[in-house]
């Protein structure tokens, strides 16, 4: 299925690295005048201001990181940019790898239907991330914290982060950031498990 033509917004994939395993990518998006290079460096800018930036994905296992992004316009006709980040994004916690565990990050919009609500699957999670099921209170408030500067400096870089629905071709700005107690259970498709 072809992407939708959404004016002024791109989509960002997080480029995750690992030594052995399956590398996973998280995809956000943004809305912006500017171009690819502006994406990045409004990123670059963004994380920054965060005292660490594992702190985004604090609850990743520590074995993954992510040192570039693809910027792809979502305007019907240009290709992907990848761009080096300042400093890779990283995984924060330790212990060993559950591979189909990961926190559930909610991008929250202000507007009801389930075209204005985001999510981000954060992990694999490393098992310090996980007690009996859940998300350490601690791991949670660090990443909510990360989340928000994040967002904001986003919107002061006039790139700000949008929830964007392929099947309405619309994109709504993220007002809210929740970091989900319970740990969710991410399924890679058979096509990636395939050789």
């Not at 992510?66 to 916690?93: C, Q, V």
């Not at 202000?110 to 099921?133: C, K, T, W």
């Not at 601690?138 to 914290?145: A, E, I, K, L, P």
């Amino acid at each position: 299925m072809p992407l939708p033509t959404i004016a002024d917004v791109f989509r960002v994939t997080l480029n995750w690295e690992v030594s052995s395993g399956p590398a996973p990518a998280n995809v956000l998006h943004v809305r912006g005048a500017g171009d690819p290079n502006d994406v990045g460096v409004a990123f670059d800018f963004a994380l920054a201001t965060i005292a660490d930036a594992s702190h985004l994905y604090n609850c990743t296992a520590a074995v993954f990181a992510a040192p570039t992004i693809d910027i792809l316009p979502l305007d019907g006709s240009s290709g992907t940019t990848t761009y080096t980040l300042d400093e890779a994004i990283e995984g924060g916690s330790g212990g060993s790898v559950i591979w189909q565990a990961a926190g559930v990050v909610t991008l929250q919009t202000g507007l009801s239907g389930p075209s204005h609500r985001g999510r981000q699957y954060v992990g694999p999670i490393g098992e310090d991330a996980n007690l009996a099921g859940t998300l350490p209170s601690d791991s949670r408030g660090v990443m909510v914290t990360a989340w928000n500067l994040f967002l904001a400096n986003m919107a002061v870089a006039d790139m700000p982060l949008v929830v964007a629905s392929y099947a309405h071709a619309s994109a709504a700005n993220v007002t809210a950031v929740r970091v989900n107690e319970y740990i969710g259970t991410q399924r890679r498709r058979a096509r990636f498990l395939q050789s």
